[in-house]
């Protein structure tokens, strides 16, 4: 059964940082991408960033460009998303995601789902 776990969700302040790290067990996942999503109170799910595990090809949205950092650990089959400079906007649950072929924004392109942490930033 394959399972995706987020954790290191929390309370920051504006300005500040935090890591969040997916654990991913169940299958090989080789070949398949890695994305975070979030979604904001009351908007739709968005895309933040993605990688293949052999972290060839990597991508991020627009508003996460230069603050957020994916990476992997293929030893431990965990993926992280370190993000500084956290801004109120930000707030949301994030998601982790795995999914075949080259990492997406579409969502749709993600066959399994964790259950989501909550990050809030503060200002």
């Known amino acids: 059964q394959v399972q995706l776990v987020e954790s290191g969700g929390g309370l920051v302040q504006a300005g500040g940082s935090l890591r969040l790290s997916c654990a991913a067990s169940g299958r090989s996942f080789s070949t398949y991408s890695m994305g975070w999503f979030r979604q904001p109170p009351g908007k739709e799910r968005e895309f933040v960033a993605g990688m293949t595990w052999s972290g060839d090809r990597i991508l991020y949205a627009e508003s996460v460009k230069g603050r957020f950092t994916i990476s992997m650990d293929n030893a431990k089959n965990t993926v992280d998303l370190r993000m500084n400079s956290l801004k109120p906007e930000d707030t949301a649950v994030f998601y982790c995601?795995?999914?075949?072929?080259?990492?997406?924004?579409?969502?749709?392109?993600?066959?399994?789902w964790g259950q989501g942490t909550q990050v809030t930033v503060s200002s």
């Open positions: 995601a795995a999914g075949p072929g080259a990492p997406t924004p579409i969502s749709s392109g993600y066959r399994y």
